[in-house]
């Protein structure tokens, strides 16, 4: 009988325990109301990756999620963990991909060492904790890590607070900051004299992104804000042109040597011209007519504000990258290194490799859908299945469509699990558990 007594207690103190661990950690008991700046420098070759601290800086005011602190809806190429030492129970994670992870895919990675900008931002914590960030390459295994502990109280934190210096303001307000997800357009190779024209190219843009689901439906969970940073000189820079301007983010094309492909090579920059201001993500809209443009999960969006050929798909494509998460569905097979190799599921969720397609699509996929999937014939369908060729490589990658708006332009839509990934991202970012 006593011993039954004590397994009976023990049982109740272990679910009792379980239950405290699974309590969902509270913002207001880890958190202030303000922001945290990390500064880290990204560096290495195509095998090789180095983490370090340039800076941290503050600001008042938290613009991102404040529930499902301590989930990751989706990995990326690289994750920030916040940890506190005290208990070592995880209360906020952000997960990221960069620049400088594309480009160890290229030939040039194999020649020489570089160095990326990734600034990234927390909230800023009432008492010490540690934070780890994490490297993975295309296998998804950590290639570097750096741990460190953030003090609040440190003096050398550079509070920025009183330091907005950039023109902005609300373009579209959905609700308080809180509970919406705060979408930032950036002007870039704008003169003064041409914010006029930015503000309307940023309406249309939110047009161009409302015409599309799930951003229709779900417009009322997003704040845009138009952030209008002069230039010197209009235009973007095209290098293989030799045409270089003096713009607010200094952004060029022929990024990695590739025609169209547009970003800016200081991210610090980006951020310093935010300070202050409510962001959690980025779409920089450059005044060029030259086509082009780039995503980087939880990073930005940059495309081609003027382009005569297809702006504003572009820029719902390369948001789809940028916010949801999303991979090329498009192939040609000129890369210089496979990004998606057959033995790991990549993490995008509208890509398989089969390797754990469970965790994918395949809940959608209508009765009697072989694997893979032949083509219909169909023009522009987005009939669910899983056909191969993704992610640039026409061999074992498949995608959730024949046609979809992260493959092609012409097609008018997101295909339906693009377009689940997405909704299931605004809902992890505005609901609570």
């Known amino acids: 009988m006593i011993k039954r007594i004590l397994q009976a207690t023990l049982l109740l103190f272990t679910v009792a325990n379980l239950q405290l661990a699974a309590r969902p950690v509270k913002f207001d008991e880890v958190f202030t109301d303000s922001t945290l700046r990390i500064d880290y420098i990204f560096s290495g070759t195509n095998r090789t990756q180095h983490i370090a601290i340039s800076s941290l800086s503050k600001t008042k005011g938290w613009y991102g999620r404040r529930h ?86 440190d003096i050398l934190i550079r509070d ?54 799930p951003y229709k439906s779900m417009i009322e969970r997003f704040n845009f804000v138009a952030i209008m940073p002069t230039s010197n000189e209009d235009g973007i820079s095209i290098p293989r042109k030799n045409w270089w301007y003096d713009t607010a983010l200094g952004s060029h094309y022929d990024t990695f040597y590739s025609d169209r492909y547009l970003t800016i090579p200081s991210v610090g920059k980006l951020y310093d011209l935010s300070t202050g201001i409510p962001f959690e993500h ?13 995503g980087i999960f939880n990073s930005y969006t940059i495309a081609s504000a003027k382009s005569h050929r297809a702006k504003l798909e572009v820029i719902v494509h390369e948001f789809g990258h940028s916010f949801g998460g999303l991979g090329d569905e498009y192939y040609y097979d000129d890369q210089y290194e496979t990004m998606y190799p057959s033995d790991t599921e990549p993490w995008e969720p509208n890509l398989t490799t089969l390797v754990d397609f469970d965790s994918k699509w395949k809940d959608m996929l209508p009765a009697g859908t072989p694997i893979p999937t032949k083509p219909s014939g169909k023009n522009l369908t987005t009939e669910i299945g899983v056909y191969e060729g993704g992610g640039y490589q026409s061999k074992g990658v498949y995608r959730p469509a024949q046609e979809c708006r992260m493959k092609i332009n012409q097609v008018k839509e997101l295909c339906p699990v693009c377009q689940r990934a997405i909704r299931r991202l605004i809902d992890f970012y505005t609901l609570p558990e």
């Open 68 to 153: 499902q602190l301590d989930r990751l809806l989706l990995k990326g190429n690289g994750q920030l963990t916040m940890i506190d030492p005290a208990t070592g129970d995880t209360v906020y994670r952000h997960g990221f991909s960069t620049l400088f992870q594309e480009w160890q895919s290229t030939e040039e990675a194999t020649q020489l060492e570089k160095s990326f900008e990734n600034p990234y931002i927390v909230p800023l914590p009432k008492r010490p904790l540690d934070v780890i960030c994490t490297l993975t390459d295309t296998h998804n295994r950590v290639m570097a890590e750096l741990r460190h502990r953030i003090n609040p109280h």
């Open 160 to 213: 920025r607070s009183n330091e907005q210096r950039t023109l902005w303001r609300y373009i579209r307000k959905g609700g308080d900051s809180r509970d919406c997800i705060d979408v930032a357009f950036v002007a870039e190779g704008f003169t003064g004299a041409q914010m006029p024209d930015f503000l309307t190219m940023c309406d249309s843009s939110i047009m161009a992104l409302t015409a599309h689901e």
């Open 282 to 294: 980025f779409i920089i809209l450059a005044n060029t007519e030259e086509y082009g443009g780039g």
